[in-house]
């Protein structure tokens, strides 16, 4: 579709070479896993549950280290003197709301990451009114953070990221747990925002409509990459690594 926009002759913004991850109890979990996204794209990370979607992201910020491979993210080799810096320029959003917020207020979420990262108080108000804008949760800074439905928690969890404008975005299952006018919602945000994106889902209609192109993942191997309309056409492939057709092209 659009892939011909992309300049794949330049350094990868988001690279992994071989990336083998194996959990402390012994589930490997990555197995050998090479990829490379490229400045503006949109980039889907399609597979069944337990696929690796979700260990991939946090191996990406370094949450997790990789057993054995590379990470390489905006020219950087990760590694602990560089994570901090690349956590600054690519901001993961959790699948699980619980995994990203822990403070009492919708503000002090929103605020943490900009406070952190020395910008000045008036700055990180309208950083804040803004990430909120941006997720439908308008004027709820002085809301508690722990008493909003898992939806608004959701999207709440995304404003925290969006407060900082990351380069990168890793959104772990965007779509799961929202009513439908807020998915929609939120696959036109994806779709307006300018960063470059890797989105781990299973909703394959989400990827058709946001991304070009996509990654697909089954027991930690990418088995498939390729522009979205193909990959997501191919009913064999689909089937044959835990997933459906989108319901688009049922
Ligand atoms: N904290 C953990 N400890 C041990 N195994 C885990 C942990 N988290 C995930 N796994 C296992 O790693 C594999 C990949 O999981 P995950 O990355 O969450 O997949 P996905 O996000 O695609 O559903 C699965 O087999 C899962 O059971
Ligand atoms: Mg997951």
């Known amino acids: 579709m659009q892939m011909t926009d992309v300049d794949r002759t330049n350094t990868p913004v988001l690279r ?11 589930v490997e979990s990555l197995r050998g896993v090479s990829l490379e996204v490229y400045r503006d794209e949109k980039v889907g990370l399609v597979g069944p ?3 690796g979607k979700s260990t991939l992201m946090t191996v990406v910020i370094g949450i997790r280290i990789p057993r054995t491979g ?3 993210v905006l020219g950087q080799v990760l590694n602990p003197k560089t994570r901090r810096e690349i956590r600054r320029r690519a901001g993961l959003v959790f699948q699980d709301p619980d995994d990203q917020l822990f403070c009492p207020t919708v503000f002090d979420e929103v605020a943490f990451a900009p406070i952190n990262m020395g910008y000045p108080e ?9 990430a909120l804008k941006q997720v439908d949760l308008e004027g709820y800074e002085r809301r508690s953070s722990f008493h909003l439905s898992i939806g608004e928690r959701k999207r709440l969890a995304f404003a925290t990221v969006l407060s900082y404008s990351p380069e990168i975005l890793l959104i772990d299952e965007p779509s799961a747990n ?12 994806l779709k307006s925002l300018p960063q470059t994106m890797l989105i781990a889902t299973h909703d394959l209609d989400l990827v058709l409509d946001v991304c070009e192109r996509c990654f697909v993942i089954n027991r930690g191997r990418i088995v498939a990459d390729g522009d979205v309309e193909s990959i997501l056409t191919d009913e064999q492939l689909l089937l044959s690594n835990g997933l459906e057709l989108p319901l688009s092209r049922q």
Do not use: S
């Open 16 to 26: 992994l070479k071989d990336v083998y991850y194996t959990y402390p109890d012994g």
């Open 70 to 72: 590379e990470v390489e």
């Open 49 to 51: 549950n337990g696929a």
């Open 122 to 130: 008036e700055q990180v108000t309208e950083m804040v009114a803004r």
């Open 178 to 189: 929202l009513d439908p006018q807020h998915r929609r919602q939120t696959i036109n945000l």
